[in-house]
């Protein structure tokens, strides 16, 4: 009898300790969230929150309008861009520095966004969350760069979540 008075004590604390784990966990990304969503509004952005498009927002001020399209990836993941249509997202290798992603998925819903067409004053950028390990772009069968926020991909800016930079440039250093 004892042993399962024991048994039910672990198995409770055992619960306790997944369920704030888990809770610490959600309201850390969501306090990420937060942050970089303040942090563009300190810089005199308003955001628009956009459904049934093929972006989710749209971040302006009255020089410039950023078109957003937010994709959800796995912690740690990395995005290989192969072409304007064609992205990878490779995962499961952790934190782990020169391991091989053993994981990859294509981005299925990617095209209708990098063939939307643009005003001059308009950008279009795509912001990752959480933030990737690693953004590379294929060039051709051998050559590869590595994505910044200033790296045009096919029209577009590719950001992890809480990278600022291009929302606090000169619309003419963003243009470039």
């Not at 300790?17 to 937060?34: L, Q, W």
């Not at 053993?102 to 279009?124: A, G, R, V, W």
């Amino acid at each position: 009898m004892e042993d399962w008075i024991i048994l039910g004590i672990i198995a409770v604390i055992a619960a306790v300790i997944i369920i704030i784990f888990t809770t610490k966990n959600e309201y850390s990304k969501a306090t990420e969230n937060e942050d970089f969503y303040n942090k563009i509004k300190s810089l005199g952005y308003e955001i628009e929150e956009i459904e049934f498009k093929c972006y989710n927002q749209l971040i302006k001020n009255d020089d410039i309008t950023f078109i957003i399209k937010t994709i959800k990836i796995p912690d740690y993941a990395e995005i290989q861009i192969n072409n304007k249509v064609t992205w990878e997202i490779k995962y499961g290798a952790g934190n782990a520095p020169g391991r091989a992603q053993p994981y990859k998925k294509m981005l299925k819903d990617i095209s209708d966004f990098m063939n939307l067409e643009t005003k001059e004053n308009e950008i279009k950028v795509v912001i990752a969350t959480p933030s990737p390990k690693k953004i590379v772009k294929y060039i051709n069968e051998c050559e590869i760069v590595f994505v910044t926020p200033y790296t045009d991909v096919y029209g577009t800016r590719v950001i992890g979540l809480g990278n600022t930079k291009i929302f606090e440039s000169p619309y003419e250093e963003i243009k470039k």
